[in-house]
């Protein structure tokens, strides 16, 4: 059995509940056991605590957080390093200030070590790896991934009322600014039309209303059934570059048509036309909603194509198979 100690910034957060709790029951399929362990917080101390244990684990997984040089030292000589990020956490966040969040020089320095002293790394998106290859030969594309859903709806049956959904976290409703104008259209010239946000709370001076679904995840799925279109707006900038679209395969998995700004690793998950649009400014946002709000048969046959896409290359044991290989690969290189 392979053991690996996992350590992860929180528990609440979509990076681990997607890139490894999810994963957790069945890692012993592949001979690979998993000890995940919170390192935030007051949960810090556990840094601390697993000192005398590391060696015990033939990995240790960190899971997105940069570790103070010494302590990764430390760890890279006692086992072997995996790191695994699927953000640009060496970009400045697009919905901040450059005074509020300016570059950190520590924390960049400290990120580009883990790099270095990774046996591997485990990427996102092809512009996160394309960036770690710069500090290690050793880079792999894992995307962000789900489980198929046990009911999948798809599309519901033709109704009057078209819902256009978003997802994510209180940070990011930042995005949904940049298509303001282009969705109070729509609200205005489609009174069948309503807009729903699955997020911690309401998007806030918006000309657009959106309704409220706060997030759990059992409501989660439940929402991701009711809607009809997934958007996924972004800036163009190393910060949303470094996004994996893991909304848009969200969206997909349960059938859903998409519309998503045509960035980074959008342009990876959409093929434009055929599960979705991707589109580059307001006028081009309308034209592709319009499109799916009033042609039901349109959105139902993007559905059932991103359904396929998302099957194909994102579902939860494809993308489990491939880190067990690679990670069951250099294991047996390592004790030739």
């Not at 953000?87 to 520590?106: F, L």
């Not at 790394?121 to 880079?139: C, E, M, Q």
């Not at 589109?279 to 709000?293: F, G, H, N, P, R």
């Amino acid at each position: 059995m392979i053991k690996i100690l996992c350590l992860h910034i929180s528990p609440r957060r979509p990076s681990y509940r997607y890139r490894v709790k999810q994963f957790l029951p069945y890692w012993p399929e592949y001979g690979i056991s998993l000890d995940p362990v919170c390192i935030s917080g007051k949960e810090t101390i556990n840094l601390f605590r697993y000192m005398l244990r590391y060696k015990e684990y033939d990995y240790v997984w960190i899971q997105r957080k940069a570790l103070p040089v010494v302590i990764l030292k430390f760890i890279s000589l006692c086992t072997r390093v995996i790191y695994d990020f699927d953000d640009a956490v060496y970009a400045r966040e697009c919905m901040t200030t450059e005074t509020i969040n300016p570059q950190n020089r520590g924390k960049i320095g400290r990120f580009h070590y883990t790099l270095k002293k990774s046996a591997m790394v485990l990427a996102g998106n092809a512009t996160l790896k394309s960036y770690a290859d710069r500090f290690n030969p050793v880079v792999h594309i894992i995307p962000t991934s789900l489980d198929i859903p046990a009911v999948q709806n798809g599309q519901a049956p033709e109704s009057d009322v078209v819902t256009i959904g978003w997802i994510g976290v209180n940070s990011n409703l930042f995005f949904l600014w940049l298509i303001d104008q282009a969705t109070r259209h729509i609200q205005e010239k489609y009174p069948n039309v309503r807009f729903s946000v699955m997020s911690g709370k309401k998007p806030e001076e918006l000309k657009t209303e959106w309704e409220l679904s706060e997030w759990s995840s059992e409501n989660e799925k439940t929402w991701l059934s009711s809607i009809d279109i997934g958007v996924m707006p972004l800036t163009d900038d190393d910060w949303s570059r470094g996004k994996c679209a893991f909304k848009l395969l969200q969206y997909m998995a349960y059938g859903k048509p998409v519309v998503a700004s045509d960035v980074g690793a959008n342009r990876d998950v959409v093929s434009d036309g055929l599960n979705g649009f991707l589109v580059d400014d307001l006028s081009e946002w309308t034209q592709a909603l319009e499109k799916l709000i009033t042609q039901h048969g349109l959105r139902h046959s993007m559905g059932e194509n991103g359904k396929a896409i998302f099957e194909k290359g994102y579902k939860r044991e494809l993308v489990q198979r491939q880190i067990a290989g690679l990670i069951q690969d250099d294991h047996e290189k390592r004790n030739r």
